[in-house]
């Protein structure tokens, strides 16, 4: 069974930053592509970035672009979210992703419905 740990989150202010962590067990970690998500309350979860299983190519939503970094260390089975400028919006649970057993080797995607394995997530909370 695939588990996914995120730590990492916490209260930060306005301009600071954070790095979030997910450590994943259960299966080969680095044949898979690794995403993070964010759900802020009463609203419904958003992608926020993806990498690939090589850690070669990414990709991240607008309002994150130029301020995230998602990174990953095969070697330690875990994903990471670098989030630099952060902004009061940026107020959310994160949650990091795995693709299903069957999608070794493919690119993430923006769904949250592609996604069978999340993690328990982690509150950010960016005060001004």
């Known amino acids: 069974q695939v588990q996914l740990v995120e730590s990492g989150g916490g209260l930060v202010q306005a301009g600071g930053s954070l790095r979030l962590s997910c450590a994943a067990s259960?299966?080969?970690?680095?044949?898979?592509?690794m995403s993070w998500f964010r759900q802020a309350p009463g609203r419904e979860r958003q992608f926020v970035a993806t990498i690939s299983w090589s850690g070669r190519s990414t990709y991240y939503a607008d309002s994150v672009k130029g301020r995230f970094t998602i990174s990953r260390d095969n070697a330690k089975n875990t994903v990471y979210l670098q989030m630099n400028s952060l902004k009061r919006e940026d107020t959310a649970v994160y949650y990091c992703?795995?693709?299903?057993?069957?999608?070794?080797?493919?690119?993430?995607?923006?769904?949250?419905?592609?996604?069978?394995?999340w993690g328990q997530g982690t509150q950010v909370t960016v005060s001004s």
């Open positions: 992703a795995a693709p299903p057993l069957d999608r070794a080797y493919v690119s993430g995607t923006l769904r949250t419905d592609e996604y069978d394995y």
């Open positions: 259960g299966r080969t970690f680095s044949n898979y592509a």
